[in-house]
């Protein structure tokens, strides 16, 4: 089975920050991957497709890169909504989700 | 207006049997995969299986296979998700998510979530 992880595991950042989070996967998915959002309490919400794609209704500040085994989230400058945890999820060969990270306010 | 409801939250003793739902609507539900994922207490989301309500046509997980069963009924557009013997480490919730087809990437993400459904398995 395929296995991600994602680095950092939490981080602590502020306001208008830049952000950028990890995802690897032990073996290449192409460009089979998306990032969620979740926050306490609330169902996760679908951010990037397919590696780069912007979903629908996200705003441009967050995007997505990576092809292979590497991939990364950017959340050019951080907002007080964007205090949440981020899990990647690869579709390539039973879906598995990246173990998550939380980022918090510093 | 999409959407996916889920039934509520559930109290069950361990060995005891049973099914949660995950009613679409808004959209053609035998139209597209739904999938079901767990999140255990304080912990990260775990992809457990996906079914097409259309043909029934079901792949799981392989760490849940032989431990859950998905089904869907797609004249009353409800997916399922069932125990036969609840296990206190069932304790979890539950969310059941649309899986859109993107054609620009010619993959299935989770466009529309439920809003879970707690289940807790004490004696």
């Known amino acids: 089975a395929i296995q991600m992880t994602q680095s950092p595991s939490s981080l602590s950042a502020s306001v208008g920050d830049r952000v950028t989070i990890t995802c690897r996967a032990s073996?290449?998915?192409?460009?089979?991957l998306g990032w969620y959002q979740q926050k306490p309490g609330k169902a996760p919400k679908l951010l990037i497709y397919?590696?780069?794609s912007l979903q629908s209704g996200v705003p441009s500040r967050f995007s997505g890169s990576g092809s292979g085994t590497d991939f990364t989230l950017t959340i050019s400058s951080l907002q007080p909504e964007d205090f949440a945890t981020y899990y990647c999820?690869?579709?390539?060969?039973?879906?598995?989700f990246g173990p998550g990270t939380k980022v918090d306010i510093k | 207006e999409v959407q996916l409801v889920q039934s509520g939250a559930e109290v069950k003793k361990p060995g005891e049997s049973l099914k949660i739902s995950c009613k679409g609507s808004?959209?053609?539900?035998?139209?597209?995969?739904i999938g079901w994922v767990r999140q255990m207490p304080g912990k990260g989301l775990e992809w457990m299986g996906i079914?097409?309500?259309?043909?029934?046509?079901?792949r799981y997980s392989p760490s849940f296979q032989g431990q859950v069963t998905i089904s869907a009924d797609k004249s009353i557009s409800t997916a399922y998700l069932q125990w036969s013997s609840l296990k206190a480490s069932d304790t979890a919730m539950y969310y059941c998510?649309?899986?859109?087809?993107?054609?620009?990437?010619?993959?299935?993400?989770?466009?529309?979530w439920g809003q879970g459904t707690l289940v807790t398995v004490s004696s």
């Open positions: 998510a649309r899986q859109k087809y993107y054609y620009d990437s010619s993959g299935y993400y989770g466009d529309y």
């Open positions: 073996q290449g998915i192409r460009n089979d």
């Open positions: 808004g959209y053609s539900f035998t139209s597209y995969w």
């Open positions: 999820l690869q579709d390539y060969n039973y879906r598995a």
């Open positions: 079914i097409y309500p259309g043909d029934s046509d079901t």
């Open positions: 397919a590696a780069s």
